[in-house]
């Protein structure tokens, strides 16, 4: 008797909920189907969650989130493919734009309307319009996702160690860094740590400052690493391994080793990455005194500290939903006023809107952004083939490590 009271429960249950207009919203609003990149423990799933409910107790509109964290790159394909219902999901600007391209609604028509959390302004005027018009490039002159949770890649350090280590000055310069790494080492700090995730952004951004970006997507695309720059980068970095500039745990770290063990201890006071760090390691390093700066330049003939990567997390519309509109107004709601703030503040992230706040920990992360005017791909490349990422992976840990000199290291690249 007991099941059969259980079963005619959930009927009841789906049948009440099938009777509900627009797909489930209650009181015949609509019930948006968000597919979510975050897991629901993550500082971002916590907070778009929290935004959500704020968002149907203001809209009446109800929000259906999936909380599937990076499985999303496997799961979202097959379910778009398949008809599932979908109205919005998330993911990288680039994979939104590139990989799920085909499933995006045009959102031209969508970004110069106030809404309510705009102040009465258009979209576009009270958000990051430089990620606009990445987003409007990735569409092919149509801005078919929405970027939030915007970031950049720089060169985080540690405050604290700098300061004991008399440091005054930020590097722009190679010359400039090695002294900042020679003042670290004479306190008792390596200059910098690297883990495997992160070893071909490292030789990527670092091969920019050598020859310019240019060159190296040319290296990938024709697979060719036979230039002097490569020779240059081994020269470089056994020089930093050989004084002692460069953590001798980075050679074996197995992500998150290197953050946690080296930068997050105070081991290592210097780490290429992402504006994520803060956020990754705050239980790690819940004191730390963040600082941030952009790659120094290197040879004449590559870029400036003027050129780094920047982008975001993003937000696409599926183009068969019903509700657009709604779908929206949603995507505003978050990037937008109290739920941007909140989202910066509680994940330590950059927020997409103009006037919102930038949490301390990246204050002069903000000012390397503010004077960027050339962006790099991700890795400049060097990541876009996993034979090729694998490739410096093995090398690079090998020359760091001591068992490549320089010119093994060019030679090892070349095959």
């Not at 998330?90 to 969508?110: F, H, K, Q, S």
């Amino acid at each position: 008797m007991q099941k059969l009271v259980l079963l005619t429960a959930g009927v009841l249950a789906v049948l009440a909920l099938a009777g509900c207009g627009g797909g489930g919203g209650g009181k015949g609003e609509p019930a948006l189907v968000y597919w979510s990149m975050w897991n629901e423990a993550e500082p971002q799933g916590q907070v778009i969650a929290r935004a959500a409910e704020a968002f149907t107790a203001e809209t009446g509109i109800k929000v259906d989130i999936n909380f599937n964290g990076r499985d999303i790159r496997k799961t979202l394909q097959p379910a778009l493919d398949a008809g599932e219902t979908i109205d919005i999901f998330d993911e990288d600007i680039e994979r939104v734009a590139n990989t799920w391209g085909n499933y995006l609604l045009p959102l031209d028509a969508y970004v110069g309307k106030p809404y309510s959390t705009t102040g009465g302004q258009p979209f576009n005027a009270v958000v990051n319009q430089t990620l606009l018009d990445l987003a409007k490039q990735l569409g092919g002159g149509s801005i078919k996702n929405i970027p939030y949770q915007p970031m950049t890649f720089v060169t985080l350090y540690n405050k604290d160690l700098f300061n004991q280590a008399g440091i005054t000055a930020l590097p722009k310069t190679w010359d400039e860094f090695l002294d900042v790494c020679a003042k670290l080492k004479a306190i008792g700090a390596a200059g910098i740590t690297v883990d495997d995730a992160y070893m071909a952004c490292l030789f990527g951004y670092t091969i920019d400052r050598i020859a310019g970006m240019d060159t190296a997507l040319a290296m990938v695309s024709g697979s060719d690493f036979s230039g002097p720059q490569v020779l240059r980068f081994g020269q470089i970095w056994e020089n930093m391994a050989r004084n002692g500039y460069i953590i001798p745990s980075a050679a074996a770290n197995v992500w998150p080793s290197g953050q946690i063990n080296d930068f997050a201890t105070g081991k290592a006071a210097m780490y290429l990455n992402g504006t994520w760090l803060p956020n990754e390691i705050k239980g790690n390093a819940p004191n730390m005194n963040w600082g941030a700066f952009a790659w120094p330049a290197i040879d004449p003939a590559g870029d400036g500290v003027e050129a780094n990567n920047f982008g975001a997390q993003s937000f696409g519309i599926n183009k068969n939903t019903k509700y657009p509109e709604e779908a929206f107004q949603f995507i505003v709601w978050l990037t937008t006023g109290e739920w941007d703030n909140t989202l910066a503040r509680e994940s330590l992230g950059i927020p997409m809107g103009n006037t919102s706040q930038w949490p301390p920990a990246l204050a002069e992360a903000k000012i390397v952004v503010d004077a960027t005017t050339k962006r790099l791909p991700w890795a400049v490349g060097m990541e876009d083939r996993a034979e090729i990422n694998a490739k410096i992976k093995e090398n690079f840990a090998k020359l760091i490590k001591g068992d490549l000199n320089a010119q093994q290291f060019a030679e090892a690249m070349k095959k």
